[in-house]
């Protein structure tokens, strides 16, 4: 039921589907001379996507998700596996050309094939089935083996995770997967802004794994005013961090998580 929710309410909450519901309803209390009311839901469209798409906002609520947690330093000496989040690939396209197409947080997968060939002897864990609602297409576990073995990784070191459909359960169906013994070192690979909400899931699951972030949207540099970046890309921030926060607080709401912003 939880899942049903959040794709429910993501569809309607992000903030250019958001800013269309506003403007159907200014153009239907136009038509039913609620002069105010159109007035105020037209302006709320046009500030929100004004806000997205040419202001640095989205960039300065990314820095703190994306700062939380760094790479280790010194990396580990030795690795026993390497977990990658699904969310990198172009489901749709993938199920029907059979290819490997990575979307904007390909960068995961990347990061995972260069961390497989300094880890020659660490297990490959791929978490991700079908996480949309509507939209058919093919789960990152079942499209990442096509990647992965075509940069070299030897397939039978490639663990598939399959049936999850959202963080919660990477994390969920991940530790029940493994048999992971006390003293290993697990990393986790997904995007930076990403990583608070997925160590707190984890460390919920009883599994306390290395963060590794990948897929960086922002420079950490961006400062308060006009975007520092193209309009579209500004806007696909806004959303992204929106989500990331309302999930936060949503998994912490929900006793999936501990803590609202998990630290270090």
Same mark, same amino acid.
């Given at each position: 039921?939880?899942?049903?929710?959040?794709?429910?309410?993501?569809?309607?909450?992000?903030?250019?589907?958001?800013?269309?519901?506003?403007?159907?309803?200014?153009?239907?209390?136009?038509?039913?001379?609620?002069?105010?009311?159109?007035?105020?839901?037209?302006?709320?469209?046009?500030?929100?996507?004004?806000?997205?798409?040419?202001?640095?906002?989205?960039?300065?609520?990314?820095?703190?998700?994306?700062?939380?947690?760094?790479?280790?330093?010194?990396?580990?000496?030795?690795?026993?596996?390497?977990?990658?989040?699904?969310? +990198?690939?172009?489901?749709?396209?993938?199920?029907? @050309?059979?290819?490997?197409? &990575?979307?904007? $947080?390909? %960068? !995961?997968? =990347?990061?995972?094939?260069?961390?497989?060939?300094?880890?020659?002897?660490?297990?490959?864990?791929?978490?991700?089935?079908?996480?949309?609602?509507?939209?058919? +297409?093919?789960?990152?576990?079942?499209?990442?083996? @096509?990647?992965?073995?075509? &940069?070299?990784? $030897?397939? %039978? !070191?490639? =663990?598939?995770?399959?049936?999850?459909?959202?963080?919660?359960?990477?994390?969920?169906?991940?530790?029940?997967?493994?048999?992971?013994?006390?003293?290993?070192?697990?990393?986790?690979?997904?995007?930076?802004?990403?990583?608070?909400?997925?160590?707190?899931?984890?460390?919920?699951?009883?599994?306390?794994?290395?963060?590794?972030?990948?897929?960086?949207?922002?420079?950490?540099?961006?400062?308060?005013?006009?975007?520092?970046?193209?309009?579209?890309?500004?806007?696909?921030?806004?959303?992204?961090?929106?989500?990331?926060?309302?999930?936060?607080?949503?998994?912490?709401?929900?006793?999936?998580?501990?803590?609202?912003?998990?630290?270090?």
């Amino acid at each position: 039921m939880f899942f049903f929710i959040s794709k429910i309410f993501w569809f309607v909450a992000q903030p250019l589907n958001f800013s269309i519901l506003l403007i159907a309803i200014a153009f239907f209390a136009i038509w039913l001379s609620w002069k105010r009311i159109a007035m105020a839901a037209s302006a709320s469209a046009f500030l929100i996507l004004g806000l997205a798409a040419w202001s640095s906002l989205g960039a300065l609520l990314l820095h703190p998700l994306e700062d939380r947690f760094q790479r280790p330093s010194p990396a580990p000496s030795h690795v026993d596996g390497i977990i990658v989040l699904g969310g +990198g690939f172009e489901g749709g396209v993938n199920l029907v @050309r059979g290819g490997y197409e &990575l979307n904007a $947080s390909g %960068d !995961r997968f =990347v990061e995972t094939a260069v961390l497989a060939r300094r880890y020659p002897d660490a297990k490959i864990v791929v978490t991700g089935g079908g996480g949309t609602l509507v939209l058919e +297409g093919e789960g990152d576990a079942a499209t990442a083996p @096509r990647l992965l073995t075509a &940069l070299g990784v $030897s397939a %039978d !070191r490639l =663990v598939l995770e399959n049936e999850s459909r959202n963080t919660y359960e990477n994390a969920q169906f991940t530790k029940k997967l493994l048999d992971v013994k006390p003293g290993e070192t697990w990393l986790l690979v997904t995007s930076a802004f990403h990583m608070p909400r997925s160590v707190g899931l984890f460390r919920k699951a009883g599994f306390n794994v290395v963060p590794w972030p990948a897929d960086y949207r922002t420079s950490g540099i961006e400062y308060a005013g006009p975007a520092q970046d193209n309009p579209l890309d500004s806007l696909q921030n806004l959303t992204i961090v929106v989500k990331e926060w309302v999930g936060l607080f949503a998994y912490w709401a929900t006793g999936r998580t501990d803590e609202l912003l998990p630290a270090p």
